[in-house]
Nanobody, 125 residues
C-alpha cells in the first residue's frame, strides 16, 4: 500500500519557520513527484510547491516563492517543505501528494495526484 505520512506542523508566530516532512512508502516507481498543498475550511486545496525526484525540478506558488523551499532526501524517501517568514495567511492544513511526474503545466492540480497524506496543521498567529 502507498503511504504518505506528514509531520512537522504546529503553531508559530508570524515571521517564524517550520519544516514539514512527508515520508513515502509503497509507491510503484522510484521516480515520482511530491506536491505540497494546503487547505482551509470551505476552500479548495491550494498548491504550494512540488519537486520531482527524477530531475529535482521544483515548482512554487507565487504566494510562497522566495520564502519556502521544497527538497528531497532520496535515501530516506522523504520530502521536506521548509517554510520561512510565515504569515497568518499561511495557516492551513498542509498535505503532501504523490504522482508519477511533475508536469510544469499541471503540477498544481490537486486532482492529478494519486495519493495523499493525512495532513498536518500549521497555525500562524
Amino acid at each position: 500500500d502507498v503511504q504518505l505520512v506528514e509531520s512537522g506542523g504546529g503553531s508559530v508566530q508570524a515571521g517564524g519557520s517550520l519544516r514539514l516532512s512527508c515520508g513515502v512508502s509503497g509507491y510503484s516507481s522510484q521516480d515520482y513527484c511530491i506536491g505540497w498543498f494546503r487547505q482551509t475550511p470551505g476552500r479548495e486545496r491550494e498548491a504550494v510547491a512540488a519537486i520531482d525526484t527524477d530531475d529535482r525540478a521544483t515548482y512554487y506558488a507565487n504566494s510562497v516563492k522566495g520564502r519556502h523551499t521544497v527538497s528531497l532526501d532520496n535515501a530516506k524517501n522523504t520530502a521536506y517543505l521548509q517554510m520561512n517568514s510565515l504569515k497568518p495567511e499561511d495557516g492551513a492544513v498542509y498535505y503532501c501528494g504523490i504522482r508519477q511526474y511533475c508536469a510544469p503545466a499541471s503540477w498544481g492540480r490537486a486532482r492529478e495526484y494519486d495519493y495523499w497524506g493525512q495532513g498536518t496543521q500549521v497555525t500562524v498567529s
